[in-house]
């Protein structure tokens, strides 16, 4: 098992920055990737980014490329999302999930990659 908790929520004015981070701990040896995914209200879980344990190779959702950043601390099992220039249509609950599988970078996208989720935390940009 993976335990993954997610910090660094809260709320922002458009065009402020937030950071996310999310612990692992548990058997975080077996993950091969973590990913964060988003969820506004009445629409489904979204892509945001991912990125590999090892060699750090990244993916991201074209809605937020440039402006995030995924990072990892191995030593720490902790993921990073640092989010620049925030939008209004940034509003929602931010999740990370560690996958166990080893694929392609860009099979990180679908949430069925993953094989842990930690709990969420909202972020609320507003205009």
């Known amino acids: 098992q993976v335990q993954l908790v997610e910090s660094g929520g809260g709320l922002v004015q458009a065009g402020g920055s937030l950071r996310l981070s999310c612990a692992a701990s548990?058997?975080?040896?077996?993950?091969?990737?973590m990913g964060w995914f988003r969820q506004a209200p009445g629409k489904e879980r979204e892509f945001v980014a991912a990125?590999?344990?090892?060699?750090?190779?990244?993916e991201y959702a074209n809605s937020v490329k440039g402006r995030f950043t995924i990072s990892r601390d191995n030593a720490e099992n902790t993921v990073y999302l640092q989010m620049n220039s925030l939008k209004p249509e940034d509003t929602a609950v931010y999740y990370c999930?560690?996958?166990?599988?080893?694929?392609?970078?860009?099979?990180?996208?679908?949430?069925?990659?993953?094989?842990?989720w930690g709990q969420g935390t909202q972020v609320t940009v507003s205009s």
């Open positions: 999930a560690a996958a166990v599988g080893y694929y392609s970078v860009t099979y990180y996208i679908r949430a069925r990659a993953y094989d842990y």
């Open positions: 548990g058997r975080t040896f077996s993950s091969r990737a």
């Open positions: 990125i590999r344990w090892s060699g750090g190779n990244t």
